[in-house]
């Protein structure tokens, strides 16, 4: 980590771990309880499939490292990616591509600048928003929705 902020490989580590580990997890529903519990919501109020929440893990970055970081015009249904269904190698490929529009989005990444597009400021956040504070914020949404996964597959599976 340099004085500026987070660096990209320290980024990077920590994207691919949490994308990683929400793959296994879906992996693990689908040879466990079979590809259908994939887009099954649990019967928890609110409750998101795993195929949704990773979806929607991928428009998080999407939209903090296409649109505010590399300023990149983007098309993004939020409310879609939650209700989003298929199968585990869609959901893989749909995790590799977003990957790579990832790498792609922070290839001018500078921990310490401000972001090339529009990011709304919320109560509480610092007076400016860099582009290593909008990381950590994907990193923070990743392992968030990475506990989600957790207790949904936990949920499906009657553990």
């Known amino acids: 980590m ?16 949490g994308l990683v580990r929400l793959l296994a997890k879906a992996d693990e529903l689908v040879e466990t309880g079979g590809e259908d ?6 019967e928890v109020e609110g409750a998101n499939s795993v195929f949704g929440l990773v979806t929607h893990c991928c ?13 990149r ?11 989003a269904t298929g199968t585990l190698a869609q959901l893989e490929e749909i995790v590799a591509a ?6 792609e989005d922070l290839g001018a990444y500078e921990p ?5 597009g529009p990011v709304e400021r919320s ?17 923070e949404e990743l392992f968030q929705h990475l506990g989600h996964v957790d207790l949904t597959v936990d949920l499906l599976l009657e553990r």
């Open 37 to 42: 519990l994939l887009s099954r919501r649990p």
């Open 112 to 116: 310490g600048e401000v972001p090339r």
């Open 59 to 71: 428009g998080v970055m999407e939209h903090w490292g296409g649109e505010v970081i590399a300023g």
């Open 2 to 17: 340099s004085g500026d902020g987070i660096d990209r490989a320290t980024v990077q580590w920590y994207v691919d771990t």
């Open 98 to 103: 977003q990957r790579r529009r990832w790498l």
């Open 73 to 83: 015009a983007i098309t993004r249904d939020r409310a879609a990616e939650f209700t």
């Open 123 to 139: 109560e509480g956040e610092p007076e400016v928003i860099t582009q290593g504070f909008v990381v950590l914020h994907v990193i």
